[in-house]
């Protein structure tokens, strides 16, 4: 025992009362260990809650992780654990994964929207010298896809390209003049098919369907997806007090992060598969690569590079990832395959193009008494994500109001362009942007404020959708209120000249998928954390997450270091490698702060449990009244008596070695049982309100926004210096897509902007000044209270443009992107209409309010104390939507109204009713056309 | 690569000596007389810090400081800066020591994926090595070529002007991240008994 004392001084150690021996007392503050600081840093008690006799304001009241804080790490701005990495040019993406020999590969590409290849002839390719390796869609015959119900692609194209730029063939040859020469060698016969690029014609019967999906498929359709979601009493939009009808025409837009996709492929001498790739879900890439390869996968490593941006992108299993293999495999060298920009852009995975027709009525009291979407979403070539993304661009706009009713139908067709799939905000953006403005337009009918008409229709905390999602914490009524303050609204709003607008823009997002993609959430966890701690005091901690520059590889440094309490410096985190790595589902849907940092708490404070053991040994005091600070453990009411962390560490290590823990995040259950009940459905939602200012000239159509005051709730704030950045970067791809950018396919179906050139995103000059405000309600599951902070903030920006246009012009618009052209032909159009000669004379919109505004402030006033009190579950009554309309939360809503319903399908007298996408009811699966026939 | 447009590659074009000084270290390499600057430098000179984003100029990742001018190396044929000072990310830092640039990128958000940063360090570098007191405005002009998908250039710009404070020395370095090798023993003093201050 006595090299565990503390100071020479005391060697003998003090007796309790008891006659138990202890380790020494100290009489000067005792040095930490490990760590480089020798000195034991003081208790942060700005960054402990208050419920935990910290300073740290809790106004949402008690934390289940209250008592395992430190001080430490969490609440503190920081810089990226990596970023020393980044900033001398040593991070390394996927094209700088060198290997010794390695060989290039280049793909090649179909140069037909859709044709069926009849022939592929490589001999020439063959003699050409300095050709390793040929590989054709035969040699790689297993389909894949990253959601199992829709696994439609192939490594290269197998009987059929689907698009230009889809992908033929590959070759590997020593360099890349010889790979790229190689590819004009390849002798191909097609026959021509009939191209699709209109998705309104997807609904129609085709010869050629692009794919087909046997009995399950639509008539002869290009339907890959389709929804009908219907909660509530439709009869309630009968008599409405204000009514919108908009019809959106939004383009595609693209992620444009910088880094094109690279891959490295590589067989060691063992015959395992090292594939080096920028992915943000490596697992699904390992799952995908053995179902192509035929190989088990443990007997395939899927190391992460650097990650040169994501946001969606590159987290589909791809195609040109096989084809690495695949030529690796027969060239026996390492395959280095690097895109060039074009064929990023033909990769795609990019937001949907949509046709979104919204109708939203509000009641006499102001009430949404409901929403009407129809979506009619472009998919591209393939399936990708868009089994999901069909629901999300309906479900994800159930909430924050409280709706009288929702009926949603949409649908995902299939046209001969580069896939859709899922982008930062995936699904919600576009018909989040058309019901926001709907509101606005409705605020404008009822001459309210429509900040006030939102405050009094917000969905309070720990409520249920009229869907059925579970909301717990809510800030939403806070960051209403912040931006209101911040941005002067109440003196800016319908009362700036012409040219100069300020709108207002909402947004509600998942925090992580409840469900994961590939498995039963009861069979395994959705995220696994392994820590080990040797003799030295690093602490390891072993993740599947994917930094894709988000800053998850920091959050899980900063929680792991907030319970242990040790400087962030010694907490090192390896995520890059499958083999080393538990499975995680990646870095999508805004789980990986929620579920992967709840993971890491809790093997965190398995470590935490074993020193705290060692420690108790060592000291006689048991460990509720041991406190852990800064690299030392000490008894609560004598800081004095302690031993340092590396003590304990060796104490717990005597009959072990190393310390290891592992901590698991599961998803509670939750949701509806209708039919797709599991879109959307989340463990916990972020919320956000967006105020944007805008100058409009109306001489020219150009819209420039100059400020935004961006209010977000992150539940908690772990990194504030990181979250301010996630809410800075989504305005910046928010306004990209709002105001300049898309992708132009012309009327042959080509895409003509290939290139950062022609593909416009915001440089330096186009980024207006953005305030952002960060709302923490502490959600009760979140790590620390943390929820997402990386997508949701994307929402708000689009429609907070589009209304703040409308303020300044009193034009409403629903073509994005506003760019000039758009705008300028919008005024022409008005200009005409209403018999007007120069554009400045056009009269911007005012506001007289009626006196329905002063009934929405009240009844504002009242949920803001409703909301207080469920927010710190002082009052803990059920509430469902439905409640404002006068339901007992107590009782199925069925049985209270007449004509409730809650369907996934639709009644045979809808059909004649339903929006465009919903047509798609009006076909027959195969299977019961069969039955018919 | 779409269509079937015929590319002969053969002959292909004939290696020559290329040289050069990069980071302060003579190079000579063999590379093709019609390879751009990017390619030599990565695949030739091995500075991977340089990034290829576009290829066609416009996203500003590849920028290197050529003779102390940033250029984009995307768009510099190589044979034209032959026996040229070449600066890229790689050569920022003062042996171990960050520069106030790269540290400030570090603590200032100015970095998220990173991909871009190389290519923004070495526009503000530029900017500072000619105005250290630079407005926001002048530092929105000193990174217009330079995209950044990321961070929404907000903080980027806080980040140069943190760091325009350091470079003028009128800041004191004070964030760990300041520092790569801070301390020789990073796990600090095994023995607990050891007074304060011994591991310094």
């Given at each position: 025992m006595g090299s565990y004392r503390q100071q020479p001084g005391s060697g003998k150690g003090d007796q309790r009362r008891d006659g138990k021996r202890v380790a020494g007392k100290q009489v000067f503050p005792p040095p930490g260990s490990g760590g480089s600081d020798p000195e034991m840093r003081p208790r942060d008690l700005d960054f402990i809650p208050e419920t935990v006799g910290g300073r740290e304001p809790k106004p949402a009241g008690d934390h289940i992780h209250d008592r395992d804080r430190t001080g430490t790490a969490v609440g503190k701005p920081m810089a990226l654990v990596d970023s020393n990495a980044k900033v001398t040019g040593q991070a390394w993406y996927g094209d700088d994964v060198r290997?010794?020999?390695?060989?290039?590969?280049?793909?090649?590409?179909?140069?037909?929207?859709?044709?069926?290849?009849?022939?592929?002839?490589?001999?020439?390719?063959?003699?050409?010298?300095?050709?390793?390796?040929?590989?054709?869609?035969?040699?790689?015959?297993?389909?894949?896809?990253?959601?199992?119900?829709?696994?439609?692609?192939?490594?290269?194209?197998?009987?059929?390209?689907?698009?230009?730029?889809?992908?033929?063939?590959?070759?590997?040859?020593?360099?890349?003049?010889?790979?790229?020469?190689?590819?004009?060698?390849?002798?191909?016969?097609?026959?021509?098919?009939?191209?699709?690029?209109?998705?309104?014609?997807?609904?129609?019967?085709?010869?050629?369907?692009?794919?087909?999906?046997?009995?399950?498929?639509?008539?002869?359709?290009?339907?890959?997806?389709?929804?009908?979601?219907?909660?509530?009493?439709?009869?309630?939009?009968?008599?409405?007090?204000?009514?919108?009808?908009?019809?959106?025409?939004?383009?595609?837009?693209?992620?444009?992060?910088?880094?094109?996709?690279?891959?490295?492929?590589?067989?060691?001498?063992?015959?395992?598969?090292?594939?080096?790739?920028?992915?943000?879900?490596?697992?699904?890439?390992?799952?995908?690569?053995?179902?192509?390869?035929?190989?088990?996968?443990?007997?395939?490593?899927?190391?992460?590079?650097?990650?040169?941006?994501?946001?969606?992108?590159?987290?589909?299993?791809?195609?040109?990832?096989?084809?690495?293999?695949?030529?690796?495999?027969?060239?026996?060298?390492?395959?280095?395959?690097?895109?060039?920009?074009?064929?990023?852009?033909?990769?795609?995975?990019?937001?949907?193009?949509?046709?979104i027709d919204v109708k939203m009525t509000a009641d006499n009291e102001g009430r949404i008494s409901g929403f009407d979407i129809d979506a009619l979403i472009d998919g591209g070539g393939f399936a990708s994500f868009g089994h999901v993304t069909s629901y999300y661009n309906g479900v994800l706009a159930t909430a924050p109001y409280e709706l009288g009713s929702f009926h949603y139908t949409g649908a995902r067709v299939w046209t001969n362009k580069p896939a859709s799939g899922a982008m930062r905000g995936h699904g919600a953006v576009n018909t989040r942007c058309a019901v926001e403005v709907g509101l606005d337009e409705m605020a404008e009918q009822m001459a309210v404020d429509p900040i006030d008409l939102r405050l009094a229709n917000l969905l309070p905390?720990?409520?249920?959708?009229?869907?059925?999602?579970?909301?717990?914490?809510?800030?939403?009524?806070?960051?209403?209120?912040?931006?209101?303050?911040?941005?002067?609204?109440?003196?800016?709003?319908?009362?700036?000249?012409?040219?100069?607008?300020?709108?207002?823009?909402?947004?509600?997002?998942?925090?992580?998928?409840?469900?994961?993609?590939?498995?039963?959430?009861?069979?395994?966890?959705?995220?696994?954390?392994?820590?080990?701690?040797?003799?030295?005091?690093?602490?390891?901690?072993?993740?599947?997450?994917?930094?894709?520059?988000?800053?998850?590889?920091?959050?899980?440094?900063?929680?792991?270091?907030?319970?242990?309490?040790?400087?962030?410096?010694?907490?090192?985190?390896?995520?890059?490698?499958?083999?080393?790595?538990?499975?995680?589902?990646?870095?999508?849907?805004?789980?990986?702060?929620?579920?992967?940092?709840?993971?890491?708490?809790?093997?965190?404070?398995?470590?935490?449990?074993?020193?705290?053991?060692?420690?108790?040994?060592?000291?006689?005091?048991?460990?509720?009244?041991?406190?852990?600070?800064?690299?030392?453990?000490?008894?609560?009411?004598?800081?004095?008596?302690?031993?340092?962390?590396?003590?304990?560490?060796?104490?717990?290590?005597?009959?072990?070695?190393?310390?290891?823990?592992?901590?698991?995040?599961?998803?509670?259950?939750?949701?509806?049982?209708?039919?797709?009940?599991?879109?959307?459905?989340?463990?916990a939602y972020s919320f956000s309100a967006y105020v944007a200012e805008v100058d409009v000239d109306v001489e020219t159509g150009k819209v420039s926004c100059t400020n935004v005051w961006a209010a977000h709730d992150c539940g908690k704030a772990l990194n504030p210096l990181a979250v301010r950045g996630q809410i800075i970067g989504s305005c910046h791809m928010g306004l990209g897509q709002v105001l300049s950018e898309k992708m132009v396919y012309g009327r042959t179906g080509h895409l003509q902007n290939a290139n950062l050139l022609d593909y416009k995103i915001p440089s330096v000059h186009e980024m207006p000044h953005v305030e952002p405000i960060i709302v923490e309600s502490s959600d009760p599951e979140g790590p620390f209270g943390a929820k997402e902070a990386g997508e949701g903030p994307l929402l708000p920006i689009l429609p907070a443009v589009v209304n703040a246009v409308y303020d300044a012009t009193g034009i409403r618009m629903r073509d994005l992107p506003l760019t000039p052209d758009v705008v300028y032909k919008a005024i022409e159009k008005h200009l005409k209409k209403h018999d007007i000669d120069d554009p400045l004379d056009l009269v911007p919109p005012t506001l007289t309010h009626a006196p329905l505004q002063e009934q929405l402030v009240e009844r504002a006033k009242e949920h803001e104390i409703r909301d207080r009190l469920r927010q710190r579950s002082e009052d803990t009554s059920a509430y469902v939507n439905g409640v404002l309309f006068g339901f007992d939360p107590n009782r199925p809503l069925s049985e209270q109204v007449e004509g409730w319903r809650e369907a996934d399908e639709p009644l045979p007298e809808q059909l004649a009713e339903l929006g465009f996408a919903g047509r798609a009811w009006l076909k027959k699966e195969q299977r019961h056309m069969e039955d018919d026939a | 690569m779409v269509g079937k447009e015929h590319i002969t590659m053969t002959p292909p074009a004939a290696s020559e000596r290329w040289s050069g000084v990069v980071n302060g270290r003579p190079v000579e390499v063999l590379a093709p007389s019609n390879a751009v600057l990017l390619d030599v430098l990565r695949d030739k000179v091995g500075t991977l810090g340089v990034k290829r984003g576009c290829d066609l100029g416009t996203c500003g990742c590849c920028t290197v400081m050529i003779d102390g001018v940033p250029k984009l190396s995307c768009l510099t044929l190589a044979g034209q800066v032959k026996d040229t000072e070449i600066l890229t990310v790689e050569g920022l830092s003062e042996g171990a020591h960050l520069t106030p640039i790269q540290t400030c990128f570090a603590t200032h958000g100015g970095s998220q994926c990173g991909f871009c940063t190389p290519g923004f360090m070495i526009a503000s570098q530029a900017l500072l090595n000619v105005n250290d007191n630079p407005s926001r405005d002048e530092i929105a002009e000193a990174i217009e070529g330079n995209l950044c998908r990321c961070t929404g250039y907000q903080q980027i710009i806080d980040s140069i002007e943190a760091a325009a404070v350091l470079h003028r020395g009128e800041g004191e370095v004070t964030s760990p991240a300041s520092d790569p090798h801070p301390d020789p023993h990073p796990s600090g003093p095994e023995d607990p008994t050891m007074p304060p201050g011994h591991a310094k």
């Open positions: 290997l010794q020999g390695e060989a290039i590969g280049k793909i090649l590409r179909s140069p037909h929207h859709y044709a069926r290849i009849k022939s592929i002839d490589t001999t020439r390719v063959e003699a050409l010298p300095g050709v390793l390796a040929v590989a054709t869609g035969e040699d790689a015959p297993n389909r894949f896809g990253v959601l199992p119900v829709t696994k439609d692609e192939h490594a290269m194209a197998v009987d059929k390209v689907r698009h230009v730029g889809d992908l033929v063939a590959c070759v590997a040859a020593v360099d890349e003049a010889t790979a790229i020469e190689a590819l004009s060698l390849f002798d191909i016969e097609w026959e021509l098919l009939e191209p699709v690029f209109d998705p309104k014609k997807g609904l129609e019967d085709h010869d050629e369907p692009i794919h087909w999906r046997g009995k399950y498929h639509l008539a002869r359709t290009n339907v890959q997806k389709r929804v009908f979601q219907e909660f509530g009493d439709r009869s309630l939009v009968k008599t409405p007090n204000a009514a919108s009808h908009g019809s959106w025409t939004m383009a595609g837009v693209h992620h444009g992060f910088t880094e094109p996709h690279a891959v490295v492929a590589h067989w060691d001498p063992n015959g395992r598969l090292q594939l080096y790739t920028p992915q943000q879900v490596p697992h699904y890439t390992h799952r995908a690569l053995s179902t192509v390869l035929d190989v088990p996968m443990h007997q395939i490593n899927v190391v992460r590079t650097f990650v040169g941006g994501g946001f969606g992108g590159k987290s589909d299993p791809f195609p040109h990832e096989m084809c690495a293999a695949i030529l690796a495999r027969k060239a026996g060298v390492p395959i280095r395959i690097t895109f060039d920009r074009e064929e990023v852009y033909w990769i795609n995975r990019g937001r949907h193009p949509s046709h905390p720990h409520s249920r959708t009229i869907s059925g999602f579970r909301i717990t914490s809510n800030g939403m009524r806070e960051a209403l209120t912040r931006v209101r303050e911040g941005s002067d609204w109440d003196n800016k709003f319908r009362q700036l000249p012409l040219g100069k607008g300020i709108g207002i823009g909402c947004g509600f997002f998942i925090s992580g998928s409840g469900l994961p993609i590939h498995w039963d959430p009861k069979n395994f966890p959705h995220a696994t954390v392994h820590i080990q701690v040797d003799m030295d005091g690093g602490v390891t901690v072993h993740t599947g997450a994917a930094d894709i520059g988000q800053g998850s590889t920091t959050a899980v440094a900063q929680v792991v270091a907030e319970v242990l309490a040790l400087p962030v410096e010694m907490i090192h985190v390896r995520s890059h490698e499958s083999d080393t790595s538990p499975v995680d589902l990646g870095s999508y849907s805004s789980r990986v702060t929620f579920m992967n940092a709840n993971a890491a708490i809790r093997a965190a404070i398995g470590i935490r449990d074993q020193l705290l053991k060692a420690a108790w040994e060592m000291l006689g005091y048991h460990p509720n009244v041991l406190v852990l600070n800064d690299r030392r453990i000490y008894y609560k009411h004598d800081p004095a008596v302690g031993v340092s962390y590396l003590q304990a560490l060796h104490k717990a290590q005597e009959d072990t070695g190393a310390l290891i823990a592992r901590g698991a995040y599961r998803s509670p259950p939750m949701g509806g049982v209708h039919k797709g009940a599991a879109a959307g459905l989340a463990p | -």
